[in-house]
Protein backbone atom coordinates (compact mmCIF):
# COMPACT_ATOMS: atom_id res chain seq x y z
CA UNK A 1 0.00 0.00 0.00
CA UNK A 2 1.23 3.49 -0.84
CA UNK A 3 2.38 5.78 1.87
CA UNK A 4 -0.30 8.60 0.74
CA UNK A 5 -3.52 6.11 0.67
CA UNK A 6 -2.42 4.58 4.23
CA UNK A 7 -2.20 8.13 5.68
CA UNK A 8 -5.57 8.69 4.12
CA UNK A 9 -7.03 6.00 5.57
CA UNK A 10 -5.36 6.55 8.76
CA UNK A 11 -7.10 10.02 9.21
CA UNK A 12 -10.48 8.74 8.29
CA UNK A 13 -9.73 5.76 11.02
CA UNK A 14 -9.32 8.89 13.69
CA UNK A 15 -12.03 10.91 12.59
CA UNK A 16 -14.62 7.19 12.55
CA UNK A 17 -12.85 7.45 16.27
CA UNK A 18 -14.02 10.96 16.71
CA UNK A 19 -17.23 9.77 15.87
CA UNK A 20 -17.74 7.02 18.23
CA UNK A 21 -16.63 9.07 21.09
CA UNK A 22 -19.37 11.76 20.22
CA UNK A 23 -21.62 9.43 19.90
CA UNK A 24 -21.38 7.67 23.20
CA UNK A 25 -20.89 10.97 25.05
CA UNK A 26 -24.01 12.46 23.93
CA UNK A 27 -25.65 9.34 24.60
CA UNK A 28 -24.22 8.39 27.87
CA UNK A 29 -24.22 4.79 27.30
CA UNK A 30 -22.67 2.86 24.78
CA UNK A 31 -19.74 0.32 23.77
CA UNK A 32 -16.85 2.72 22.79
CA UNK A 33 -14.16 -0.69 23.56
CA UNK A 34 -15.37 -2.46 20.74
CA UNK A 35 -16.43 0.24 18.68
CA UNK A 36 -12.45 1.33 18.51
CA UNK A 37 -11.17 -1.89 17.97
CA UNK A 38 -13.51 -2.25 14.97
CA UNK A 39 -12.82 1.41 13.57
CA UNK A 40 -9.64 1.01 11.48
CA UNK A 41 -11.62 -2.74 9.17
CA UNK A 42 -14.44 -0.71 9.03
CA UNK A 43 -13.24 2.58 7.70
CA UNK A 44 -11.12 -0.21 4.91
CA UNK A 45 -14.10 -1.96 4.27
CA UNK A 46 -16.38 1.62 3.65
CA UNK A 47 -14.13 3.48 2.01
CA UNK A 48 -11.76 0.77 0.04
CA UNK A 49 -13.07 -2.47 -0.70
CA UNK A 50 -16.79 -2.89 -0.89
CA UNK A 51 -18.71 -1.58 -3.89
CA UNK A 52 -21.61 1.00 -2.47
CA UNK A 53 -23.10 4.22 -3.13
CA UNK A 54 -24.11 6.08 0.07
CA UNK A 55 -26.92 8.38 -2.58
CA UNK A 56 -28.36 5.12 -3.02
CA UNK A 57 -28.12 2.88 0.07
CA UNK A 58 -30.32 -0.06 -1.11
CA UNK A 59 -28.76 -0.20 -4.92
CA UNK A 60 -29.61 -3.77 -5.47
CA UNK A 61 -26.27 -4.57 -7.08
CA UNK A 62 -23.84 -3.46 -3.55
CA UNK A 63 -22.14 -5.50 -1.76
CA UNK A 64 -23.94 -6.38 1.56
CA UNK A 65 -22.12 -5.78 5.46
CA UNK A 66 -23.59 -7.08 8.86
CA UNK A 67 -22.30 -6.01 12.07
CA UNK A 68 -23.35 -9.28 13.94
CA UNK A 69 -21.55 -7.75 17.04
CA UNK A 70 -24.62 -5.20 17.29
CA UNK A 71 -23.90 -3.34 20.25
CA UNK A 72 -20.86 -1.84 18.47
CA UNK A 73 -23.26 0.24 16.29
CA UNK A 74 -21.18 3.80 17.37
CA UNK A 75 -18.26 2.42 14.99
CA UNK A 76 -20.83 1.76 12.35
CA UNK A 77 -22.81 5.06 12.48
CA UNK A 78 -19.69 6.78 12.31
CA UNK A 79 -18.11 5.17 9.75
CA UNK A 80 -21.51 5.44 7.12
CA UNK A 81 -22.05 9.33 8.74
CA UNK A 82 -18.22 9.75 7.68
CA UNK A 83 -18.99 8.05 4.59
CA UNK A 84 -22.13 10.59 3.77
CA UNK A 85 -24.99 8.30 4.37
CA UNK A 86 -26.43 10.57 6.80
CA UNK A 87 -25.19 14.18 8.44
CA UNK A 88 -22.44 13.43 10.99
CA UNK A 89 -23.86 16.05 13.17
CA UNK A 90 -26.55 13.69 14.08
CA UNK A 91 -23.97 11.48 15.83
CA UNK A 92 -24.18 12.92 19.31
CA UNK A 93 -27.84 11.58 19.17
CA UNK A 94 -27.10 8.23 19.73
CA UNK A 95 -29.76 6.11 21.74
CA UNK A 96 -32.17 9.25 22.22
CA UNK A 97 -35.08 8.68 22.33
CA UNK A 98 -36.29 10.48 19.16
CA UNK A 99 -33.32 9.65 17.44
CA UNK A 100 -32.90 7.15 14.10
CA UNK A 101 -29.81 6.23 15.60
CA UNK A 102 -30.71 3.27 18.15
CA UNK A 103 -28.55 1.48 20.18
CA UNK A 104 -28.10 -1.28 17.87
CA UNK A 105 -28.17 -1.61 14.25
CA UNK A 106 -31.61 -1.18 12.58
CA UNK A 107 -32.03 -1.23 9.01
CA UNK A 108 -35.47 0.21 8.89
CA UNK A 109 -34.74 4.13 10.02
CA UNK A 110 -30.16 3.85 9.49
CA UNK A 111 -29.41 4.81 5.40
CA UNK A 112 -26.72 2.39 5.02
CA UNK A 113 -27.65 -0.24 7.07
CA UNK A 114 -28.26 -3.70 5.67
CA UNK A 115 -29.69 -5.70 8.80
CA UNK A 116 -30.80 -5.33 11.94
CA UNK A 117 -28.63 -6.96 15.00
CA UNK A 118 -27.81 -7.16 18.54
CA UNK A 119 -29.06 -11.04 19.74
CA UNK A 120 -25.34 -11.75 19.51
CA UNK A 121 -24.65 -14.97 17.31
CA UNK A 122 -26.98 -14.39 14.50
CA UNK A 123 -25.80 -11.61 11.95
CA UNK A 124 -23.90 -14.70 10.55
CA UNK A 125 -26.89 -16.50 10.24
CA UNK A 126 -28.27 -13.77 8.03
CA UNK A 127 -25.39 -12.84 6.47
CA UNK A 128 -24.62 -16.83 5.18
CA UNK A 129 -28.75 -16.31 4.27
CA UNK A 130 -27.81 -13.18 2.22
CA UNK A 131 -25.18 -14.58 0.28
CA UNK A 132 -27.08 -17.70 -0.40
CA UNK A 133 -29.86 -15.71 -1.69
CA UNK A 134 -27.41 -13.63 -3.80
CA UNK A 135 -25.68 -17.11 -5.23
CA UNK A 136 -29.11 -18.57 -6.24
CA UNK A 137 -29.89 -14.99 -7.98
CA UNK A 138 -26.84 -15.77 -10.12
CA UNK A 139 -25.00 -12.35 -8.73
CA UNK A 140 -21.83 -11.70 -7.62
CA UNK A 141 -21.78 -9.24 -4.67
CA UNK A 142 -20.22 -9.96 -1.49
CA UNK A 143 -20.95 -10.68 1.86
CA UNK A 144 -19.00 -8.98 5.07
CA UNK A 145 -20.10 -9.97 8.58
CA UNK A 146 -18.21 -8.67 11.53
CA UNK A 147 -18.15 -10.96 14.73
CA UNK A 148 -16.31 -10.09 18.08
CA UNK A 149 -14.64 -12.50 19.12
CA UNK A 150 -16.76 -13.05 22.60
CA UNK A 151 -19.78 -13.19 20.52
CA UNK A 152 -18.48 -17.00 18.69
CA UNK A 153 -19.01 -18.47 22.07
CA UNK A 154 -22.49 -18.57 20.68
CA UNK A 155 -23.64 -22.28 19.30
CA UNK A 156 -25.53 -20.34 16.24
CA UNK A 157 -22.06 -18.84 15.06
CA UNK A 158 -20.97 -22.66 14.43
CA UNK A 159 -24.15 -23.63 12.75
CA UNK A 160 -24.03 -20.90 10.50
CA UNK A 161 -19.99 -21.57 10.01
CA UNK A 162 -21.24 -25.19 9.24
CA UNK A 163 -23.96 -23.97 6.69
CA UNK A 164 -21.68 -21.51 4.91
CA UNK A 165 -19.32 -24.20 3.91
CA UNK A 166 -22.26 -26.52 3.00
CA UNK A 167 -23.30 -24.14 0.24
CA UNK A 168 -20.07 -23.45 -0.58
CA UNK A 169 -20.54 -19.50 0.24
CA UNK A 170 -16.86 -18.08 -1.12
CA UNK A 171 -18.18 -14.56 -1.88
CA UNK A 172 -19.19 -14.35 2.04
CA UNK A 173 -16.27 -12.92 4.34
CA UNK A 174 -16.48 -12.77 7.82
CA UNK A 175 -14.12 -10.73 10.42
CA UNK A 176 -13.81 -11.83 14.01
CA UNK A 177 -12.51 -8.82 16.04
CA UNK A 178 -10.12 -10.69 18.23
CA UNK A 179 -9.37 -7.77 20.80
CA UNK A 180 -9.68 -10.68 23.54
CA UNK A 181 -12.19 -8.90 25.69
CA UNK A 182 -15.90 -9.22 26.22
CA UNK A 183 -18.23 -7.87 28.95
CA UNK A 184 -17.14 -10.03 31.96
CA UNK A 185 -13.51 -10.21 31.08
CA UNK A 186 -10.55 -12.06 29.29
CA UNK A 187 -12.59 -14.27 26.76
CA UNK A 188 -9.93 -17.31 27.37
CA UNK A 189 -10.94 -17.45 30.90
CA UNK A 190 -14.57 -17.03 30.33
CA UNK A 191 -15.28 -19.23 27.37
CA UNK A 192 -12.20 -19.94 25.17
CA UNK A 193 -12.26 -20.33 21.80
CA UNK A 194 -8.63 -20.33 20.84
CA UNK A 195 -7.26 -21.57 18.36
CA UNK A 196 -9.69 -19.60 16.47
CA UNK A 197 -8.02 -20.31 13.17
CA UNK A 198 -7.78 -24.24 13.71
CA UNK A 199 -11.39 -24.37 14.53
CA UNK A 200 -12.45 -22.45 11.01
CA UNK A 201 -9.83 -24.18 9.14
CA UNK A 202 -11.51 -27.68 10.65
CA UNK A 203 -15.08 -26.10 9.15
CA UNK A 204 -13.66 -26.10 5.90
CA UNK A 205 -13.04 -22.13 5.76
CA UNK A 206 -9.81 -20.00 4.26
CA UNK A 207 -8.52 -18.65 6.87
CA UNK A 208 -6.00 -15.32 6.78
CA UNK A 209 -4.70 -13.98 10.46
CA UNK A 210 -4.27 -9.67 9.99
CA UNK A 211 -3.53 -6.84 11.99
CA UNK A 212 -6.51 -5.15 12.60
CA UNK A 213 -4.68 -1.75 13.09
CA UNK A 214 -2.31 -2.03 10.21
CA UNK A 215 -4.09 -1.00 6.92
CA UNK A 216 -1.51 -2.62 4.32
CA UNK A 217 -2.10 -6.15 6.81
CA UNK A 218 -5.73 -5.22 6.14
CA UNK A 219 -5.52 -5.17 2.62
CA UNK A 220 -3.86 -8.30 2.38
CA UNK A 221 -6.31 -10.36 3.87
CA UNK A 222 -9.35 -8.69 1.55
CA UNK A 223 -6.96 -9.47 -1.17
CA UNK A 224 -6.52 -12.91 -0.11
CA UNK A 225 -10.45 -13.12 0.37
CA UNK A 226 -10.54 -12.12 -3.37
CA UNK A 227 -8.05 -14.77 -4.41
CA UNK A 228 -10.15 -17.19 -2.79
CA UNK A 229 -13.61 -16.11 -4.62
CA UNK A 230 -14.35 -18.51 -6.45
CA UNK A 231 -12.07 -21.31 -4.39
CA UNK A 232 -15.94 -22.49 -2.83
CA UNK A 233 -14.77 -21.87 -0.01
CA UNK A 234 -15.76 -19.15 2.52
CA UNK A 235 -13.48 -16.65 4.13
CA UNK A 236 -12.60 -15.52 7.54
CA UNK A 237 -9.98 -12.82 8.81
CA UNK A 238 -8.83 -12.94 12.15
CA UNK A 239 -8.34 -9.52 13.07
CA UNK A 240 -5.93 -8.82 15.73
CA UNK A 241 -6.99 -5.49 17.95
CA UNK A 242 -6.93 -3.75 20.74
CA UNK A 243 -10.36 -2.94 22.91
CA UNK A 244 -10.21 0.94 22.78
CA UNK A 245 -7.97 1.53 20.37
CA UNK A 246 -6.51 4.78 19.94
CA UNK A 247 -8.06 6.59 23.13
CA UNK A 248 -5.34 5.73 25.97
CA UNK A 249 -7.17 4.96 29.06
CA UNK A 250 -9.81 2.61 27.35
CA UNK A 251 -7.33 0.25 25.94
CA UNK A 252 -7.23 -2.74 27.13
CA UNK A 253 -9.42 -1.98 29.59
CA UNK A 254 -12.64 -4.73 30.17
CA UNK A 255 -14.48 -1.73 32.18
CA UNK A 256 -14.71 0.24 28.53
CA UNK A 257 -16.94 -2.34 26.86
CA UNK A 258 -20.11 -0.65 27.76
CA UNK A 259 -19.99 2.67 29.53
CA UNK A 260 -19.65 6.43 27.81
CA UNK A 261 -16.95 9.11 28.92
CA UNK A 262 -17.83 11.65 31.49
CA UNK A 263 -17.07 15.06 30.12
CA UNK A 264 -13.19 15.56 31.48
CA UNK A 265 -12.92 12.09 29.61
CA UNK A 266 -14.32 12.84 27.03
CA UNK A 267 -12.41 15.68 26.39
CA UNK A 268 -9.42 14.33 26.72
CA UNK A 269 -10.06 11.23 24.13
CA UNK A 270 -10.79 13.61 21.41
CA UNK A 271 -7.67 16.00 22.45
CA UNK A 272 -5.88 12.45 22.14
CA UNK A 273 -7.64 11.42 18.83
CA UNK A 274 -6.76 15.16 17.45
CA UNK A 275 -3.25 15.28 18.14
CA UNK A 276 -3.26 12.17 15.99
CA UNK A 277 -4.85 13.23 13.58
CA UNK A 278 -2.65 17.00 13.21
CA UNK A 279 0.44 14.57 13.21
CA UNK A 280 -0.73 12.81 10.38
CA UNK A 281 -1.86 15.80 8.02
CA UNK A 282 1.39 17.83 9.07
CA UNK A 283 3.02 14.80 7.42
CA UNK A 284 0.86 15.07 4.42
CA UNK A 285 1.38 18.32 4.17
Known sequence: M??????TLERLAIMTREGILRSVYGAKAGHPGGSLSAADVLTYLYFDQMKIDPLNPRWKDRDRFVLSKGHTAP????????????PQRDLPTLRHIDSYLQGHPNMNTVPGVDMSTG??????????GMALGLKLQ????????????????????WEAVLFAHQFQLDHLCV???????????????????????DKFRSFGWNVKVID???????????????????????????????????VSYMENRVEWHGKAPNEEQFNRGMAELAQARER???MQS
Open 75 to 86: ALYSVLALRGYF
Open 119 to 128: SLGQGLSTGA
Open 280 to 282: LEA
Open 212 to 246: GHDFSSIEEGFDDFEAHRHSRKPTVLLARTIKGKG
Open 2 to 7: DVIREQ
Open 175 to 197: IVDVNGLQLDGPTETIMDTYPIA
Open 138 to 157: GKDENVYVMVGDGEIEEGQI
